[in-house]
């Protein structure tokens, strides 16, 4: 195993009735919170009666920062920055996915910076003094596991670049997680939800090291966790047992515990980050269209890892095959697994119309130092070639 530090500083407060029980004592320390959440799910469901209730019960003054798109863009964060400066805000409650808890996290750099937070922060890695204002967060929607990281995907719309930056200060205090608050959730968001859990396992789990290693048997079980769990969950979306299990996998997926001692891949994740900075694609989608062709490519050079993933993820049976028709039927499964819950399968099923673009995009995107095969930008385009249709 590589060498590794482990740290994870976000409290999670886990099941049904969490935050009726325990938000307004996590908000006690704050007069003024900044209610943030996207585009109104939350007023559908019920969620923002239930929060508002409990925080205009315990006396806060309630800031809305409301309209967070799905890809988060800078120009809503400098939006939100300015919101709680102006309001003097003392602590941040996101109430939504991905994109509400990404854009917060970037709100609460920004409102405690002076000069450009893109610049200084998200164009360059980098090493940041800023205390970033306090943050919690309630989640209702299963997939990228932001609510135990520090990582915040923004997207730059002038600069076409969408990108991700991991703030270890951003690490929420607090995660609220109900499952019961993700039953609304459609089912396409759902099932592109668990393609993300699945493939930040599988960015992980396929990349070195090959040797023995816990991380590895965790992801495993991970793994056939979400297949089960999200077959479950389409056939009754009110299954709390699949829920819950879906909200944890994506939370385990990314709380850094499975990325110890591991190289990490994430190539996929920078394709498909691009492709949203051009497009403003689905972020599970677009990862569903690219990783089976991306795993054709690279298959070979991590050979052993793969018949793995064939046998003990998808239960291929190896009697009769050599090792790269193992690899080969493993990839196959996770195909087919893509088909059989309704994602998209090329880029124009994902909505990408312009061909010619793709060279740009291409050539735009990172290249991960983890990847069993180091890629190319003319790789990336032939895999985006191959996606197309
Ligand atoms: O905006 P509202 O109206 O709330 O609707 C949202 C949105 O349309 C809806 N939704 C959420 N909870 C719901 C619900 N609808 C009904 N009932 C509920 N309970 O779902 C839609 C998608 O929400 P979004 O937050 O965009 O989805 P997701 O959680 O997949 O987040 C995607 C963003 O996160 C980034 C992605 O790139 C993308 O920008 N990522 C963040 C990561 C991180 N911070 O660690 C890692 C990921 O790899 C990823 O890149
Ligand atoms: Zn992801």
Redesign the pocket.
């Known amino acids: 195993m590589n060498n590794f530090i482990f740290q994870n500083a976000t409290k999670v407060y886990f099941g049904k009735g969490c935050v009726k029980e325990y938000l307004s004592c996590l908000t006690r320390k704050a007069d003024t919170v900044m209610l943030a959440?996207?585009?109104?799910?939350?007023k559908?469901?019920g969620?923002y009666d239930e929060v508002t209730g409990i925080l205009h019960a315990a006396g806060k003054t309630v800031v809305e920062f409301s309209g967070?798109?799905?890809?988060?863009t800078y120009a809503k964060v400098q939006q939100g920055a300015q919101l709680a400066r102006e309001n003097n805000v003392d602590m941040i409650l996101a109430v939504?996915?991905?994109?509400?808890?990404?854009c917060c996290?970037a709100v609460a750099l920004a409102a405690r910076y002076e000069d450009d937070i893109w610049e200084d922060f998200w164009a360059r890695p980098g090493v940041m003094e800023v205390e970033p204002l306090p943050l919690g967060v309630i989640v209702?929607?299963?997939?990228?596991?932001?609510e135990c990281?520090g990582?915040?995907?923004i997207?730059n719309q002038d600069k076409k670049i969408?990108t991700?930056r991991?703030y270890p200060k951003l690490n929420p205090q607090f995660a609220l997680m109900d499952p019961t608050?993700?039953?609304?959730?459609?089912v396409k968001?759902m099932v592109?939800?668990g393609f993300?859990i699945l493939?930040?396992i599988m960015e992980t789990y396929l990349s070195e090291p090959n040797e023995d290693n816990v991380s590895d048997s965790i992801m495993e079980a991970l793994m056939k966790s979400v297949i089960r769990n999200l077959r479950a969950a389409i056939q009754n979306p009110q299954d709390y047992t699949a829920r819950s299990n879906l909200m944890w996998d994506s939370t385990m997926a990314?709380n850094r515990v499975i990325k110890m001692g591991k190289k990490c891949d994430f190539e996929c994740?920078n394709m498909?980050?691009q492709l949203?900075a051009y497009t403003d694609c689905?972020?599970?989608c677009g990862l569903a269209v690219l990783h089976p062709v991306y795993y054709r490519h690279i298959y070979q050079e991590g050979l052993p890892k793969f018949v793995r993933f064939a046998r003990d993820v998808w239960g291929v049976d190896p009697n009769g095959k050599t090792q790269q028709e193992l690899a080969l039927a493993g990839i196959d499964a996770l195909a087919s697994f893509i088909q059989e819950i309704g994602l998209p399968t090329t880029l124009k099923e994902l909505g990408v119309t312009d061909k010619e673009q793709l060279k740009e995009i291409a050539d735009s995107c990172g290249i991960s130092a983890g990847s069993y095969k180091k890629m190319t930008h003319e790789e990336i385009l032939a895999i985006f070639q191959e996606c197309y249709e």
């Open positions: 959440y996207g585009g109104g799910s939350i559908r469901n969620v967070i798109m799905a890809n988060p939504g996915g991905g994109s509400v808890m990404d996290k209702t929607v299963a997939g990228t596991g932001s990281n990582g915040a995907v997207t969408k991700g991991d608050y993700t039953y609304s959730v459609p968001q592109s939800g993300d493939s930040h990314e994740h498909e980050h949203g689905n972020h599970g």
